[in-house]
T-cell receptor
Framework: GQNIDQPTEMTATEGAIVQINCTYQ??????LFWYQQHAGEAPTFLSY????GLEEKGRFSSFLSRSKGYSYLLLKELQMKDSASYLC?????????????FGTGTRLTVIP | NAGVTQTPKFQVLKTGQSMTLQCAQD?????MSWYRQDPGMGLRLIHY???????DQGEVPNGYNVSRSTTEDFPLRLLSAAPSQTSVYFC?????????FGPGTRLTVT
C-alpha cells in the first residue's frame, strides 16, 4: 500500500519562496511526481524525481530523498497565479503497472 | 493533438440510474486510468488499463466497470449510481514518465 502525507494548506507572500513537503511510504517506489491543480481544472505536471537530489525547472524545484521517504517542492519568486493546489504523487511498480498514487494535496494561497 | 478528452463535462443522475463517462486520447498511449477526486481525499485510482483488452482494479473499483476495446477509448460505467459516487472524475493517459489528465467530469447523484 501507499501512505502519502503533505500539509493541507499553506499561505505565502508574493515574491517570496515557499517549500511544500511530502513524505511517503510505499512498497514499490518508482518515482515521485508533483502536479499543480487550479480550482476547477485538471492537474498539470510540474516535476518528476526518481533519483535522490534536486531537479530545477525555472522557478520550480523538486527534491527527493529515497532513504528518508521525503520530497519537497520549492517555488521561488511567488506570483499570484501560483495560488493553486499542489499534489504529491508516488509511482508504484508493485502491480507491474507503475500506477500513480496521490496525496491529498496542499492548497497554497499567495497573498500580496 | 487534442490530448485527453472527456465527456460530458457535467452530469446529474438520480440514484439507481446508470451512465457511461467517455474518455479518449489521441497520443497512442498504452496506459490509461480513471481517478475520482473528492474534497479532503485527493485523487483515488478507480480502474486502469495497460493496453487494449487489459483492465484491472485500482483503489476504489466498487460500483464501476471499464472496458478497453481500442487504444484510444477507455469508458467508465456506473452500473447503479449512488450519492456516494458524487465526485469529479478524471481520466488520464501515460507515456513514459508523463501522465496527462483530461479536463474532468463533474458528477452529482441525487
Amino acid at each position: 500500500g501507499q501512505n502519502i502525507d503533505q500539509p493541507t494548506e499553506m499561505t505565502a507572500t508574493e515574491g517570496a519562496i515557499v517549500q511544500i513537503n511530502c513524505t511517503y511510504q510505499t512498497s514499490g517506489f518508482n518515482g515521485l511526481f508533483w502536479y499543480q491543480q487550479h480550482a476547477g481544472e485538471a492537474p498539470t505536471f510540474l516535476s518528476y524525481n526518481v533519483l535522490d537530489g534536486l531537479e530545477e525547472k525555472g522557478r520550480f524545484s523538486s527534491f527527493l530523498s529515497r532513504s528518508k521517504g521525503y520530497s519537497y517542492l520549492l517555488l521561488k519568486e511567488l506570483q499570484m497565479k501560483d495560488s493553486a493546489s499542489y499534489l504529491c504523487a508516488v509511482r508504484d511498480h508493485e502491480t507491474g503497472a507503475n500506477n500513480l498514487f496521490f496525496g491529498t494535496g496542499t492548497r497554497l494561497t499567495v497573498i500580496p | 493533438n487534442a490530448g485527453v478528452t472527456q465527456t460530458p463535462k457535467f452530469q446529474v443522475l438520480k440514484t439507481g440510474q446508470s451512465m457511461t463517462l467517455q474518455c479518449a486520447q489521441d497520443m497512442n498511449h498504452e496506459y490509461m486510468s480513471w481517478y475520482r477526486q473528492d474534497p479532503g481525499m485527493g485523487l483515488r485510482l478507480i480502474h486502469y488499463s495497460v493496453g487494449a483488452g487489459i483492465t484491472d482494479q485500482g483503489e476504489v473499483p466498487n460500483g464501476y466497470n471499464v472496458s478497453r476495446s481500442t487504444t484510444e477509448d477507455f469508458p467508465l460505467r456506473l452500473l447503479s449510481a449512488a450519492p456516494s459516487q458524487t465526485s469529479v472524475y478524471f481520466c488520464a493517459s501515460r507515456s513514459g514518465s508523463g501522465q496527462y489528465f483530461g479536463p474532468g467530469t463533474r458528477l452529482t447523484v441525487t
